[in-house]
């Protein structure tokens, strides 16, 4: 939304010193249809200076009533989201009466009709700034208020919300009233949801999905159920403060556009998340880490809450640490930190080296726009490394010590990164803030190169980071493999020697992943690493070198054609499947698609289908390689090309099965059609078909994604439409852009390439923040790598207009274009 104001700094300074909000009660009435929802917000809040004004913020379809005080005030007052309040007393009541609009994007009240059996889902995405498209408050993080909600809703609806609730009438809802919680985090769930209820150390449990997936979610009810308990044993053996609301619901929404949302008491998760195909266990592990991601918020972000967004790392950087740490250590998912190496921290390593990066914890952010932008890999990934460098450094007893002391002094209300530093600093008597003003006050990642006997550092921005690690050495066995010979740990910032032992092949810095840092081997390991990566027994320690040739081919360093030869040599015998799904997605999506040039690109795809045969041969048969299997089977879908490997596919679609299995289930099934779809050996008879056989969401992405991929001008006219011009939820417009660029098609494109650069802008700014960033994103043409790409999206970015959304995804994409146009240079040389 476009038309509305964005909250600066400085006002959200001014109105928390002006104001303190005692009670919000906000009365939802979901009875109206479609299109909008009743909205009545009664706020009692205080004023520090009797006399004085400030504005509410409320982003209404109408606004049809405020009253202050017992005066009506003029509700033409409204402007770009924001309503005046002037003459403020000591002791005010502010009622608001409004209809909102439902939204298709996922911010604010998302309202979704299941094409499986026509229901309505209703939820609210009221993080960062879209609350006030709920419900009217003072949208700010430190203007914490106990919520009390009330719900309208048709009658064979179930509503969740924060706090328990009841049906007390029939269609009508009412919730406890909460502890002080902030405005972004006030939730409602709503619609005829299928619920599963349990009890954990006196915590009233809830599950809840949309109907359709009910068979889905209760398959793994024991299994979530399991990971939750987990998650809170843990979390009350190590903080002091008991789990502070009184229920705690997970409900799976659709068309969520994050991972999840950690609203006290109410968490929201991608209904992905609810698995109608199989999934290997990697997808579980992340669903769990999901789940204990959410769970650590109700600490740290809701009833700790930073005070301004600033501090968003605060929040996302602790939960994503906490995620990996109490998953690996708590849950069955033991290798929880080699899915981190291998493809987790790839997300901050990526964003720390581009012209957008940022401190993992910026010194100012001056508004709600720019804090929307660093919720990124710098805010994840980098963060949850550097909090993970920092235990290693501090331990974690100490760590643990200053979090649970943080918690007691702040509790249900704001703090700042100073606040955690300090506690920290008195609970390990370590110069934390030094350390802090080093890692998390800088941009850029280290590299560490081992040269003649030492560590050598180096940084982008001259910043002389501490690093904490260890280093591996290998040596070659009687029968060819390679051994352990030995691990040290190293302190960089008190001794960069390392001594390798007699008979030691390669040397391995960070091979347990203790630090954020780009790793360099000297030439003698690198050989070793050619010839025997797949035997370094450790699969944390392969992780660390596989990261290492990934960033050599985005670097330039090293040509497409070696990676893809080190793809051939080790990836058929690795068994994490952590690493074979990380290295063939990078190995496919950017190597083949984008970095090899489009002369080399049949043989190199053949090549990496040739590995993924190779993958299938080897688990045939073996029942406990489930997930390699399956990820053996997309690849082999994935990398098909020719008529023959076509006509193969088409058979697997007939009988239902891949030969030896799996059976093909509704993913699989949409997976091989696109496949049919872009080489031109399936087309709309077949589509509409599988659409008419499971009329799901899942199929309905589906289908959209291969009328998108269809190789004729047509096809792809209508989906440009669709996408630049039409009014698609956020999901579908995904499924759109993945379908529409497909480097086979390379000529049919080139028109669109050219004209994506004119449309963008104007449609990103037609849609709002979510759909900018799938434009920019999902919607980018990736595949095109060559200097004129660069230059059109060059001149895009000079378009003042763009907003910032747009900047920033097109931004992005621009920097992993660059890299790709580098890495073919090093082809073509
Ligand atoms: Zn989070």
């Given at each position: 939304m ?8 400085a006002?959200?300074v001014?109105?928390h010193?002006l ?24 706020i ?7 006399g004085?004004?400030?504005?509410l ?7 049809h009533?405020?009253?202050l ?5 003029d ?32 911010e ?5 009709t299941d ?11 009221s993080?960062?700034?879209d609350?006030p498209?709920?419900f ?26 924060n ?11 009412e ?34 999905c ?26 009350h ?17 659709p ?17 992905e ?8 266990d990697t ?9 204990i ?5 109700m600490w ?9 967004w ?13 995620a ?27 964003a ?12 100012t ?14 805010s994840?990934?980098?963060?949850a490394a ?32 100073d606040?955690?530093?300090?506690a ?5 008597g ?22 003649d006997?030492?560590i050598?550092?180096t940084s ?9 690690l260890?280093v591996?050495?290998?040596?070659r ?7 352990q010979?030995?691990?040290v ?5 008190a001794?960069?020697t ?44 392969r ?26 040599d ?9 690493l ?19 002369s080399?690109?049949?043989?190199a795809l053949?090549?990496l289908?040739?590995?993924?045969r ?11 390689r489930?997930g390699?299997?399956?990820v053996?089977?997309r ?5 098909a ?13 007939a ?9 093909l ?6 997976q ?63 499924a ?17 390439t ?10 990103a700014?037609?849609?709002?923040p ?7 994103t ?31 995804g097109?931004?992005?994409?621009l ?15």
């Open positions: 476009s038309d509305t104001s964005v909250l600066t700094r006002e959200a001014e109105r010193r104001l303190d909000v005692h009670t919000v009660h906000v009365d939802l009435d979901l009875t109206h249809g479609q299109e909008l929802f009743g909205s009545t917000t009664v009692r809040f205080g004023c520090a200076a009797p004085a004004g400030t504005f913020d409320v982003k209404p379809a109408a606004l009533w405020v009253v005080n017992g005066r009506e005030l509700v033409a007052a409204l402007r770009a989201g924001r309503f005046p309040l002037t003459g403020l007393a000591a002791d005010n009541e502010l009622t608001v009466e409004a209809d909102m609009a439902y939204s298709h994007t996922g604010g009240m998302h309202r979704f094409p499986a059996d026509g229901e309505d889902y209703v939820y609210t995405q993080f960062l700034d609350g498209r709920v009217a408050s003072f949208d700010q993080p430190d203007l914490k208020a106990r919520y009390t909600v009330s719900v309208t809703a048709p009658q064979q609806w179930t509503v969740v919300g706090s328990l609730g009841r049906q007390v009438s029939p269609g009508r809802w919730f406890a009233p909460t502890p002080a919680i902030s405005s972004y985090l006030v939730s409602v769930v709503a619609g005829p949801l299928h619920s599963v209820h349990a009890e954990h150390d006196g915590i009233p449990l809830g599950l809840h949309r109907r359709s997936l009910a068979a889905h979610l209760d398959a793994d009810v024991d299994e979530l159920l399991e990971i939750t308990r987990q998650g809170f044993d843990h979390y053996r190590v903080f002091r403060h008991r789990y502070p609301f009184d229920s705690y619901d997970q409900c799976f929404v068309e969520f556009n994050a991972g999840a949302m950690e609203n006290p008491g109410c968490v929201t998760l991608r209904d998340f609810v698995f109608r195909s199989a999934v290997p997808k579980r592990e992340e669903r769990a880490m999901v789940v991601h959410e769970m650590a918020h740290f972000g809701d009833l700790v809450t930073m005070k301004w600033d501090d968003l790392w605060l929040n996302e950087s602790f939960a994503e640490y906490m990996y740490s109490v998953t690996a250590s708590s849950t069955r998912f033991t290798s929880a930190w080699t899915g981190f190496a291998a493809d987790r921290k790839t997300w901050g390593y990526d720390d080296q581009r012209p957008s990066t940022h401190p993992v914890a910026p010194g952010v001056d508004d709600t726009a720019q804090a929307l932008q660093n919720f990124d890999g710098i994840y990934a980098k963060g550097a909090l993970r460098q920092l235990v290693a450094w501090l331990g974690e007893e100490a760590f643990l010590a200053g979090v649970n002391d943080y918690f007691d002094e702040h509790a249900f209300g704001n703090a700042t990164l606040d955690l530093l300090r920290l600093a008195a609970t390990s370590r110069d934390v803030h030094g350390w802090a003003d080093r890692w998390l006050r800088t941009t850029g990642v280290d590299t560490l190169r081992l040269t006997g030492r050598e550092q982008a921005d001259g910043t002389l980071r501490p690093h904490r260890t591996a050495h290998y040596r066995t009687a029968e060819g493999a390679l051994e010979a030995g691990r740990p190293v302190d960089l910032a001794d960069a390392v001594t390798r032992p007699a008979g030691a092949e390669l040397t391995l810095l960070n091979d347990t992943d203790l630090t954020f840092a780009k790793i360099r081997l000297d030439p003698g390991s690198w050989q070793a690493v050619r010839s025997s990566l797949g035997a370094v027994p450790e699969e944390l320690a992780a660390v070198l596989w990261s290492a040739g990934r960033d050599q081919v985005r670097d330039g360093e090293l040509a497409p054609g070696e990676y893809l030869r080190l793809v051939a080790h990836l058929p015998g690795e068994t994490s499947v952590h074979v799904d990380a290295v063939l997605a990078f190995a496919r999506e950017f190597v083949v698609d984008c970095a090899v040039p489009p080399g690109r049949p043989e053949a090549g289908a040739q590995v993924c190779t993958l299938l041969r080897r688990t045939e048969g073996e029942p406990g489930t390699l299997r399956l053996a089977v690849g082999v879908i994935a990398t090309d020719g008529e023959e490997q076509a006509a193969e596919l088409r058979d697997w679609l009988a239902g099965t891949v030969p030896g299995g799996p059976v289930d509704p993913d699989l099934r949409w091989l059609l696109l496949r049919l779809c872009v080489l031109g050996a399936a087309g709309e008879p077949e589509i509409a078909a599988e659409l008419a056989a499971d009329p799901s969401s899942t199929s309905q992405e589906g289908a959209a994604r291969c009328r998108a991929a269809l190789p004729a001008p047509a096809a792809k006219e209508t989906a440009w439409q669709a996408l630049f011009h039409g009014e698609l939820s956020n999901y579908l417009a995904i759109t852009a993945r379908g529409l660029w497909q480097p086979e098609q390379a000529e049919l494109l080139e028109e669109l050219a004209r994506y650069f004119k449309e963008l802008g104007p449609a700014g037609r849609r709002g979510a759909l900018a960033r799938v434009l920019a999902a919607g980018f043409p990736a595949f095109a790598a060559t200097e004129q790409t660069v230059r059109a999206a060059e001149a895009c970015l000079a378009d003042p207009d763009l907003t910032a959304a747009t900047r920033r097109l931004v992005d994409q920097d992993t274009l660059r890299r790709a146009v580098r890495a073919r240079a090093l082809t073509e040389r």
